[in-house]
């Protein structure tokens, strides 16, 4: 069963940056997509940035674009999502997820399809 750790979250003012870790208990065809996922308040679950590590390809949400990027370091099955320029609206809990690519990256990051394993997230407060 493949397990993912997220950490990084806390506390930050408007303006300033995060970047969160999601280490993977393994990287394989059952999870070459990997993404990050937010979930805040009375609010339905909003795909972030999702990464195909094998191609190498990425995808961002229009809300986060020129903001946000994600990437990765596979020596260290660790996906980072590095967060600048953080709003209030970003204050949510951040969950990271993976799963085998089935459909193209957008769509799997934008509706959360096919992603199988998760991990049990980590939470950001932009906050003055």
């Known amino acids: 069963q493949l397990q993912l750790v997220e950490s990084g979250g806390g506390l930050v003012q408007p303006g300033g940056s995060l970047r969160l870790s999601c280490v993977t208990s393994?990287?394989?065809?059952?999870?070459?997509?990997v993404g990050w996922f937010r979930q805040a308040p009375g609010k339905e679950r909003e795909g972030v940035s999702c990464i195909n590590w094998l191609w190498r390809s990425t995808y961002l949400a229009d809300s986060v674009k020129e903001r946000f990027t994600i990437s990765i370091d596979i020596t260290r099955r660790t996906v980072y999502l590095q967060m600048n320029s953080l709003k209030p609206e970003d204050t949510a809990i951040y969950y990271c997820?993976?799963?085998?690519?089935?459909?193209?990256?957008?769509?799997?990051?934008?509706?959360?399809?096919?992603?199988?394993?998760w991990g049990k997230g980590t939470l950001v407060t932009v906050s003055a």
């Open positions: 997820a993976a799963g085998p690519a089935s459909t193209a990256l957008q769509t799997m990051c934008d509706s959360a399809s096919g992603m199988t394993y």
């Open positions: 393994e990287l394989s065809y059952n999870s070459n997509i």
